[in-house]
């Protein structure tokens, strides 16, 4: 006969299954009255992230890009705690005071689940167009989120997929909600093991880009280079308090960095997908406010719990089919042009530029200023439609690896030794510091000839317009 302590494992742990890793698993309620990953991923909040798309505009471009924040989120915390478990020995030698090997591993598993949990609908363009209104983002959610709402739940967490915590150990929600975003919590010091954990959350080479790079490209159907996970994790680990790649590791760096920046360029940047953001930039603020109260969204948990893709596009919906005003059938017209793909902004020019050398002498350049300089080299027919000048930025590398915390150490084996330059060397191999893709778009058909014309004499001319970044 079986000895009941045999089978515990089974009652303690589900599977998810994850076209990426296989199974992901899920500590249970044992009804024990302790706490369990299960009641934290069955909460309305982390439950609403099934309704917000990973890719914002881009599942209109893409058709297969149907994908949730809910499903990465669990890979990002199936993610945390493989790193974590991998990185205990050398935190444990280098912070004596480093709190089990359970509850280490549950900290990052449970931030990792919980770093998008303040998006909201149409991910980081509701951050650009609704929340920086208010001074917020939605790491700044995030956090009051863990804080306000689920920090009994993770504080009554005892044990994570691999056992339980030491007795007395528990997660103080803190850490959860410090580890999970890059700024500090007001008033709060974390513990210095729980420091040296925090660029597997929010480094360069993190968890979350990890699984987003990987899970994006798989479901838009987008083929990248290999993404070696395994030999990331295999090669990383503390050294004098830090996290640190070996040398032998860099290759699969170069690897994930290249994936990530084509996915840029190619996906999350995609010429439709900036032409849909570009439309709807001048109703989205408007329209989400008929959803959520006027004021800080901090003061309004609730009503931004209900506030997702569905519940945005239900009353989009409403707005075309039953308009109550004028204004509101104006909203509805406008987005229709959208949900019909009747989009009226038409690609004219396009060009991409890199900076490799930091301190080249490039220039920033005001889109609106730019336009009004093509505008003036049109013919007099054209001058006045539509003209918008789209710059999209990415910065696939700091100016300085050693003064961004996002940037991890490299370990020379030769040398034995944190070699500073060489970081700086490695990087500058690997990626541009900055990328751009200028583009012009205009709402006439028949005038994206003269616009084009025009932007290629404006950036012919000496002056700031002929290199553009911002």
Same mark, same amino acid.
């Given at each position: 006969?079986?000895?009941?302590?045999?089978?515990?494992?089974?009652?303690?742990?589900?599977?998810?299954?994850?076209?990426?890793?296989?199974?992901?698993?899920?500590?249970?309620?044992?009804?024990?009255?302790?706490?369990?990953?299960?009641?934290?991923?069955?909460?309305?909040?982390?439950?609403?992230?099934?309704?917000?798309?990973?890719?914002?505009?881009?599942?209109?471009?893409?058709?297969?890009?149907?994908?949730?924040?809910?499903?990465?989120?669990?890979?990002?915390?199936?993610?945390?705690?493989?790193?974590?478990?991998?990185?205990?020995?050398?935190?444990?030698?280098?912070?004596?005071?480093?709190?089990?090997?359970?509850?280490?591993?549950?900290?990052?598993?449970?931030?990792?689940?919980?770093?998008?949990?303040?998006?909201?609908?149409?991910?980081?363009?509701?951050?650009?167009?609704?929340?920086?209104?208010?001074?917020?983002?939605?790491?700044?959610?995030?956090?009051?989120?863990?804080?306000?709402?689920?920090?009994?739940?993770?504080?009554?967490?005892?044990?994570?997929?691999?056992?339980?915590?030491?007795?007395?150990?528990?997660?103080?929600?803190?850490?959860?909600?410090?580890?999970?975003?890059?700024?500090?919590?007001?008033?709060?010091?974390?513990?210095?093991?729980? !420091? #040296? %954990?925090?660029?597997? @959350?929010? /480094?360069?080479?993190?968890?979350? =880009?990890?699984? *987003?790079?990987? $899970?994006?490209?798989?479901?838009?159907?987008?083929?990248?280079?290999?993404?070696?996970?395994?030999?990331?994790?295999?090669?990383?680990?503390?050294?004098?308090?830090?996290?640190?790649?070996?040398?032998?590791?860099? !290759? #699969? %760096?170069?690897?994930? @960095?290249? /994936?990530?920046?084509?996915?840029? =360029?190619?996906? *999350?940047?995609? $010429?439709?997908?900036?032409?849909?953001?570009?439309?709807?930039?001048?109703?989205?603020?408007?329209?989400?406010?008929?959803?959520?109260?006027?004021?800080?969204?901090?003061?309004?948990?609730?009503?931004?719990?209900?506030?997702?893709?569905?519940?945005? @596009?239900?009353?989009?919906?409403?707005?075309?089919?039953?308009?109550?005003?004028?204004?509101?059938?104006?909203?509805?017209?406008?987005?229709?042009?959208?949900?019909?793909?009747?989009?009226?902004?038409?690609?004219?020019?396009?060009?991409?530029?890199?900076?490799?050398?930091?301190?080249?002498?490039?220039?920033?350049?005001?889109?609106?200023?730019?336009?009004?300089?093509?505008?003036?080299?049109?013919?007099?027919?054209?001058?006045?439609?539509?003209?918008?000048?789209?710059?999209?930025?990415?910065?696939?590398?700091?100016?300085?690896?050693?003064?961004?915390?996002?940037?991890?150490?490299?370990?020379?084996?030769?040398?034995?030794?944190?070699?500073?330059?060489?970081?700086?060397?490695?990087?500058?191999?690997?990626?541009?510091?900055?990328?751009?893709?200028?583009?012009?778009?205009?709402?006439?058909?028949?005038?994206?000839?003269?616009?084009?014309?025009?932007?290629?004499?404006?950036?012919?001319?000496?002056?700031?317009?002929?290199?553009?970044?911002?």
């Amino acid at each position: 006969m079986l000895e009941m302590e045999s089978l515990d494992a089974y009652d303690a742990v589900n599977l998810l299954a994850d076209p990426l890793y296989g199974y992901c698993e899920i500590t249970k309620d044992l009804g024990d009255g302790s706490g369990s990953e299960e009641a934290i991923l069955d909460h309305p909040w982390l439950q609403r992230l099934r309704r917000i798309h990973q890719l914002q505009s881009a599942w209109w471009v893409f058709h297969t890009a149907e994908h949730s924040r809910f499903q990465h989120v669990v890979g990002v915390m199936h993610l945390s705690g493989g790193f974590a478990r991998h990185l205990y020995p050398g935190l444990r030698a280098a912070f004596p005071d480093t709190p089990s090997p359970a509850l280490v591993e549950e900290t990052m598993r449970i931030a990792g689940l919980c770093h998008d949990i303040g998006h909201g609908p149409f991910g980081h363009f509701f951050d650009q167009e609704v929340l920086t209104h208010q001074g917020l983002d939605h790491e700044m959610v995030g956090r009051a989120v863990v804080l306000e709402r689920l920090a009994d739940r993770i504080a009554s967490i005892r044990r994570s997929p691999v056992g339980a915590f030491a007795r007395g150990e528990a997660i103080d929600p803190r850490w959860v909600a410090w580890v999970m975003a890059p700024a500090d919590l007001p008033a709060f010091v974390p513990p210095a093991w729980l !420091g #040296a %954990l925090k660029p597997v @959350l929010c /480094a360069l080479v993190s968890t979350d =880009n990890l699984d *987003y790079v990987r $899970r994006d490209a798989y479901m838009c159907g987008v083929a990248v280079g290999p993404v070696d996970v395994a030999r990331l994790r295999h090669y990383l680990f503390i050294h004098d308090g830090m996290l640190v790649l070996h040398q032998h590791g860099s !290759g #699969a %760096l170069a690897m994930f @960095l290249n /994936a990530r920046l084509f996915l840029y =360029n190619n996906i *999350y940047f995609h $010429r439709t997908v900036r032409r849909i953001d570009l439309h709807l930039r001048p109703v989205f603020r408007e329209t989400v406010a008929r959803l959520l109260p006027p004021g800080n969204a901090l003061h309004h948990l609730d009503e931004y719990q209900e506030l997702t893709d569905w519940s945005l @596009l239900a009353e989009v919906e409403r707005l075309q089919r039953a308009p109550r005003s004028r204004q509101e059938r104006r909203l509805g017209q406008h987005w229709a042009l959208v949900t019909s793909r009747e989009l009226p902004w038409q690609l004219a020019y396009e060009d991409y530029e890199e900076i490799t050398i930091p301190g080249s002498g490039l220039v920033r350049v005001d889109g609106r200023e730019l336009a009004e300089r093509i505008r003036s080299h049109m013919p007099r027919r054209w001058r006045s439609v539509g003209l918008e000048v789209d710059l999209a930025t990415t910065d696939p590398r700091p100016v300085n690896p050693f003064t961004d915390d996002r940037v991890l150490g490299l370990y020379d084996p030769i040398r034995r030794a944190l070699h500073r330059s060489g970081a700086v060397d490695l990087l500058t191999r690997l990626l541009p510091l900055r990328t751009t893709i200028l583009r012009v778009y205009t709402d006439h058909p028949d005038a994206r000839d003269a616009v084009r014309v025009a932007t290629e004499r404006v950036r012919a001319e000496p002056g700031p317009a002929t290199e553009v970044t911002q």
